[in-house]
């Protein structure tokens, strides 16, 4: 039996025709399943709120702050380091600012 895993390149890898349903269902996966309980709970619950009214900028938006590391966004959020302009909107949603 061949034991297969899946790299970070390939959880990244995303079929541009892909359909919106599918793209919000694998955003709210990569929400609820990141390193850290902490951001589990803050971008799952986000995720489950919100990314079905999204616009398609919005979702690549959050597609992007999710390739981030956990313990850069859990700063951000909790406000004990500064964000990245890229990210300042949306890490503001999400710490409720």
């Known amino acids: ?9 390939d959880l990244d890898r995303v079929p541009e025709d892909e359909p919106r349903e599918t793209r919000i269902k694998r955003l709210k996966i990569r929400s609820w399943r990141r390193g850290i309980k902490e951001m589990d709970l803050i971008l799952g619950g986000y995720a489950d709120a919100h990314l079905a009214e999204m ?3 919005d979702l690549d938006a959050f597609d ?3 390739k981030e590391n956990d313990q ?3 700063q951000w959020v909790s406000g004990q380091a500064p964000v990245p302009e890229a990210h300042a909107l949306l890490i503001a949603k999400l710490a409720g600012r």
């Open 72 to 74: 850069d966004l859990y």
């Open 55 to 57: 616009s398609d900028e």
């Open 1 to 9: 039996m061949t034991d297969y895993r899946l790299s970070e390149a």
């Open 64 to 66: 992007r702050l999710l």
